[in-house]
């Protein structure tokens, strides 16, 4: 995969991407926003700290996709992100990717520093968003999602869930690849949790490798998430050993990125896995 002049080599070893969340309303609860705080030195603090632990990408995001999130501004967004991007870009840390969706944050982003932008509406995507990814020649991770983080959880369908993934991933690739995007540059996600129920969410993961005929890295986000919390009867600060069997599992069936909180454990449940996978030691 490249992004600007990033390279990352894909396959053998699975790359982790930690989770930088500068809100106040996570539903990990482990947002950098609090009141009267310095939420850029936090977030930098944090960052630094997973990089420590054995991240490859670090994913920095302003506002919450939490199911019945409020949206927040494109100001409000940049107010929260673009200094930590821009102080750890200055340090010549791993790839940064920025988690949002609107063109105005994207292009601040990316001239702080950014070479990834983390797409939650991939199957919507916005012209003179593409456009900009591509002039700046950052990657771009396209996501599955029903609807918007307010309504996603809301009368969702039972239909089969890997066709409809398939199908709107393919049309947005197509999208991409017509709007001069190369594929080295293109990034997939199925999207756990987001419009899916829970036997949506296990099946995803049970069929996750048929995403691979799309060719492209797949990359996914289960950490912490309330599917696992329901079948451990966990909180959100418990759910550590869950999200390492998810990433197992999706490392086991394609799985070439895996966007979490807790690098450190994880890198661990990676280097096994990957050992497992691959026969080596």
Do not use: W
């Amino acid at each position: 995969m490249r992004a600007r002049d990033a390279f990352l080599s894909l396959g053998k070893e699975t790359k982790i991407m930690g989770i930088v969340n500068i809100t106040p309303d996570s539903f990990s609860r482990d947002g950098c926003v609090e009141p009267r705080e310095d939420f850029t030195r936090k977030a930098v603090v944090r960052a630094r700290a997973l990089i420590r632990q054995g991240a490859d990408i670090i994913d920095i995001g302003g506002e919450s996709t939490r199911p019945g999130a409020r949206r927040v501004s494109a100001q409000e967004e940049i107010a929260r992100i673009i200094p930590a991007i821009r102080a750890l870009a200055k340090k010549g840390s791993v790839p940064l990717s920025a988690d949002t969706y609107k063109s105005l944050t994207a292009r601040h982003a990316l001239d702080a520093g950014a070479r990834i932008i983390n797409n939650i509406k991939g199957v919507r995507l916005e012209k003179s968003l593409l456009k900009m990814i591509r002039r700046y020649n950052a990657a771009v991770v396209l996501m599955h999602i029903r609807g918007t983080p307010r309504t996603m959880q809301k009368n969702i369908p039972e239909h089969d869930v890997m066709t409809e993934i398939l199908e709107s991933l393919r049309k947005s690739i197509e999208i991409c690849l017509e709007n001069g995007i190369k594929s080295d540059k293109i990034i997939i996600d199925p999207g756990f949790g987001f419009g899916k129920t829970f036997d949506q969410n296990l099946l995803i993961l049970n069929r996750l490798g048929e995403l691979k005929e799309l060719g492209l890295p797949i990359l996914i986000g289960t950490s912490r998430k309330s599917f696992i919390g329901k079948i451990l009867n966990k909180d959100v600060g418990q759910r550590l050993m869950g999200t390492a069997a998810t990433v197992t599992a999706g490392i086991l069936n394609g799985a070439h990125i895996v966007r979490v909180h807790d690098v450190g454990a994880i890198k661990e449940t990676v280097r096994v896995t990957d050992a497992i996978l691959n026969e080596r030691f």
